[in-house]
């Protein structure tokens, strides 16, 4: 017995020894007070833990059974703006300064290498873009650039063998020509090689956000070289995503589905609601059927229905004992939804904003039908009194109201905007962006 507690004690300094420390300094310090970090999987991220950030400075341990892999330090608002990825290796402690968002590992053989790799390479890249800027067509000059590029990544590779680090920056590896060519050529086959080094199944690059940031670059920027019409954008914008959707069938299909999420995710923030809803249809709809996501089908469904240009989602109301229905409405050239509650003090504020707008138009401009999502009938029957001139609704139950979930609404007062033929063409945040949207028609 006496031998076998000896054995423990001898072993708890060993374990300790084990785990490794990450520790920061943020600057200006009053701008940081705290941290959460994620550990980043094939389909989303796991949180691992938080802590304080005391004087600009963050100290986390952590646990000896914490997997190798990519991670993600998040040290402030938005999340997914105020936040940085490293690689955590647990044979290394890590260090780090963020100077202004400015990221600088100070500790850590793979983090040090896999910033510096792409650093370089970035600086190195720079060189061909002002090569080809100054209408330079010497061959020799051309491929030492190559030259410089094929050597840095070599160098790179035989420094980080053995390393997590090493699986990205294989996986980055860039065209490499042997003679002079256009830019044109150059695009065409850089893009033809793009995804040459990537290694769909390597679960090392699937577990973080390379294969998906490798993805969209891909979409938004292998195009060629020349001014294109829309149309034209469309139809490169699909070839892409038709070239990446046959690449990832190697890769399970919950981890598809992730990608092509994120692609759907981008395309709804840069408002290509066309291209949104192909990758939509075509794509992401059949993956979440398969898997049966319902959540993801009523996601798609939803912004495809509440799109631009869309007909407005029929709803229907009674007064005076007869049903009236939002599509044989007849009376303006525009029509404003609005969803808003007696209980909300920023609707209380924007509802006699719009009424002012409203009436200082030319009577049959607009019609305002105003949903009023309440709890109860009293309140809504008062504040409504107020605006005479609006078509009222009232929508009990609030959040689960049928009209309001089915325009999605999370929040009030909000805002729609429909032409004469009931199809949306516009979403105000407010009155003062309803004001500016008719002032840029």
Request: negative net charge.
């Amino acid at each position: 017995m006496i031998k076998k507690i000896l054995c423990i004690l001898f072993l708890i300094p060993l374990c300790m020894q084990a785990q490794k420390v990450m520790s920061g300094t943020f600057s200006p310090a009053e701008d940081y007070k705290w941290f959460i970090i994620y550990k980043l999987e094939t389909t989303h991220q796991k949180y691992v833990g938080n802590g304080k950030v005391v004087d600009g400075k963050m100290s986390y341990t952590f646990a000896s059974s914490a997997e190798k892999g990519m991670y993600r330090l998040v040290y402030g608002l938005p999340q997914d703006e105020k936040n940085f990825d490293f690689i955590y290796s647990d044979t290394e402690d890590i260090a780090f300064t963020l100077t202004d968002e400015t990221l600088n590992f100070t500790a850590s053989e793979e983090n040090q290498s896999y910033t510096s790799y792409f650093s370089n390479m970035k600086e190195a890249k720079q060189l061909i873009n002002s090569f080809y800027m100054n209408g330079n067509t010497d061959e020799e000059a051309f491929l030492n650039i190559f030259n410089t590029i094929d050597t840095l990544q070599k160098e790179y590779e035989k420094a980080t063998e053995g390393m997590l680090a090493y699986h990205f920056i294989k996986a980055s590896r860039t065209y490499i020509p042997t003679s002079y060519e256009t830019p044109e050529t150059m695009v065409a086959h850089m893009k033809t090689y793009y995804f040459d080094p990537v290694d769909f199944s390597n679960s090392v690059l699937q577990n973080s956000d390379f294969i998906a940031d490798k993805m969209s670059n891909y979409v938004f920027t292998a195009l060629p070289l020349k001014e294109l019409t829309k149309s034209e954008l469309i139809t490169e914008y699909k070839k892409n995503i038709a070239t990446i959707a046959e690449k990832i069938k190697v890769v399970p299909v919950e981890f598809q589905k992730t990608l092509l999420s994120v692609l759907w995710e981008q395309m709804v923030l840069v408002e290509n609601q066309e291209i949104a809803i192909y990758v939509g249809d075509e794509y992401l709809l059949p993956l979440a059927k398969q898997l049966n996501d319902t959540a993801l089908v009523e996601k798609l469904a939803i912004y495809k229905r509440l799109a631009f240009g869309q007909v407005a989602p029929e709803f229907s109301w009674v007064k005076d004992n007869k049903t009236h229905k939002l599509s044989e409405l007849d009376t303006a050239e525009n029509y404003i939804v609005v969803f808003w509650s007696s209980m909300c003090s920023h609707c209380l504020t924007e509802m006699p904003k719009l009424k002012t707008f409203v009436n200082s138009k030319e009577k049959g401009t607009f019609t305002v039908i105003a949903i009023g999502l309440e709890d109860e009938r009293e309140s809504w029957a008062n504040e409504s009194s107020f605006y005479p001139d609006f078509i009222h609704v009232l929508g009990l139950q609030k959040w689960d109201n049928e009209i309001g979930n089915l325009y999605d609404v999370s929040a009030t007062p909000t805002f729609f905007i429909l032409d004469k033929d009931k199809r949306i063409i516009g979403k105000p945040y407010d009155v003062k962006e309803l004001k500016e949207f008719y002032m840029e028609e």
